[in-house]
């Protein structure tokens, strides 16, 4: 049984822990003190890249930001995340490369004109101080596929706007890509509906 | 050099691999053909867990779904997501637990008491079939604190509409909500911004 004793000294170490915690967190966020653009990548073979990569969208909208989006290899299919966010057309530049995924198309040159058509989107908020945050969803697979030439991306990266965000999403991100980033996540999968039987579906999947 | 016909050769090749790809992948969704709400679970001690659970409400947010939200823990401050899907009342209802970390407040018995009152709204949003997709998120910090029953809490969402989406974040899920889980990401760390003396920023980290 527990006594009210035992539930204040309970307290009371909680409390002693939390303050020491607290000590060295705000001790590092002190340290942590500039403020500047950066680049996300979002890699792994588990679920949430993409996803992720609308949730800091809107963050940023919430903050007052402007948001410039790039889907590459998705957009034969009407998304969740596109239709709500067309709804913002003053706020959110949406720029989805018209196509399936490239086993869907089965055609390398078709595939390659249209990353390069969605490539000179991606430049063209990267050239604009006015965008607070890009998105490049999907970016790593057409890399991976070697539709992009990623030295080029990692130039026009590299020459943004000082304080510009970018997110990059895909499984495969390039060394070279990770390299110049300044936070990557990888997500793994832990397990996953899907090989349960249980198909994509509207609200998680797209 | 590459040649007309070595380019021609590469393109035929990549033609025959997406066909093979395609193949495959659309017997797998064919066999993955059931339509269920789902649990999902994003953890691990990277980022993107939490943006992921607001990117998979927006995607149902386009789908035309409503969407509940409690938000565990984090509160304090005012958070980009909340400004920006405070927006929308009729779609999205959004709960706040309204106090900082845990090693902010150094109080457990109030932190429980908090945790408690944020669970009795998500048990509202869970017992609602109107509600698409419910987003619990940081729930995993107060279930790793113990400040919420584990077993009260699995029971609750067992016992929710049979086509009700819920994503559940934070670091160190415990093993039970794992088990009872569909899709469970571990977001991991491979570099992040703050260790390079980056601070945490508007439309990035809130």
Excluded: C
């Amino acid at each position: 049984m527990t006594t009210p004793d035992d539930t204040a000294a309970l307290n009371e170490r909680h409390r002693a822990r939390m303050e020491r915690k607290k000590a060295i967190i705000d001790a590092k966020i002190a340290a942590a003190d500039k403020q500047i653009g950066i680049i996300i990548v979002n890699t792994g073979n588990g679920k949430g890249k993409s996803s992720s990569g609308f949730g800091m969208a809107i963050r940023a909208l919430g903050h007052g930001m402007k948001v410039g989006i790039v889907q590459f290899i998705k957009g034969a299919m009407a998304t969740g995340e596109e239709q709500f966010l067309r709804r913002f057309p003053d706020e959110v530049s949406f720029h989805a490369m018209g196509e399936g995924y490239t086993w869907e198309t089965q055609n390398r040159e078709r595939d390659i004109a249209k990353a390069g058509e969605a490539w000179e989107q991606a430049r063209r908020f990267l050239a604009d101080p006015a965008i607070g945050m890009v998105v490049l969803d999907e970016l790593n697979i057409a890399l991976k596929y070697r539709y992009l030439d990623v030295d080029t991306v990692i130039a026009d990266l590299l020459e943004r706007p000082a304080m510009q965000h970018v997110v990059i999403t895909g499984r495969g991100a390039p060394p070279e890509l990770i390299e110049i980033a300044d936070t990557v996540t990888e997500m793994n999968v832990v397990k996953h509906a899907f090989k349960a039987g249980i198909g994509a579906q509207a609200g998680t999947e797209w």
